[in-house]
């Protein structure tokens, strides 16, 4: 993944590298990603050692995903959000609406982050493995998962894009 950030930097991520890239217009840095995350794939939880550039919210922080959590940084400091804090493993998208929350799309549903506490959402969906959020103009979500289609959210239900009516 890649994303741009305010001040005209390139963020580069994949899942075969060891932390995060940064390109400032000169030259690449290499960011490591603190061990905070553990993935628990298998009997023999690991440090997570990549991330995908998802978004810079409101506030300048970067969000960074994986599959064993999330991490914000802000500049100077990695901070790790994994289960323990009520988020997910397997993370693949994460949004800032309108409003200032950030919403969190995994493997198993969508997270609302209110900068607090995270709220889970999985109701409705049929394949909860979520690839992409998008707020409309009207701060409507959508979400598109995993083999099943896409899906509006109302809030509470996500309703599948061929039952939604207007």
Request: cysteine-free.
């Amino acid at each position: 993944r890649i994303l741009e950030d305010n001040a005209g930097n390139i963020w580069f991520g994949g899942r075969t590298n060891e932390g995060v890239f940064h390109y400032d217009g000169k030259s690449i840095t290499n960011l490591k990603l603190p061990g905070l995350i553990q993935y628990e794939n298998g009997p023999s939880p690991k440090p997570h050692s990549w991330g995908w550039p998802q978004l810079q919210d409101k506030n300048g922080n970067l969000w960074f995903s994986s599959w064993g959590g999330a991490y914000r940084y802000d500049g100077k400091t990695f901070t790790g959000l994994s289960t323990k804090d009520g988020l997910s493993s397997n993370i693949t998208r994460i949004i800032e609406d309108k409003k200032g929350n950030i919403w969190i799309g995994a493997s198993d549903g969508l997270r609302r982050y209110d900068g607090k506490t995270f709220t889970y959402f999985k109701d409705g969906l049929i394949n909860p493995w979520i690839w992409e959020i998008l707020e409309d103009k009207n701060e409507n979500l959508w979400v598109g998962t995993r083999e099943n289609g896409i899906y509006f959210f109302d809030g509470k239900t996500f309703i599948n894009y061929t039952e939604y009516k207007h």
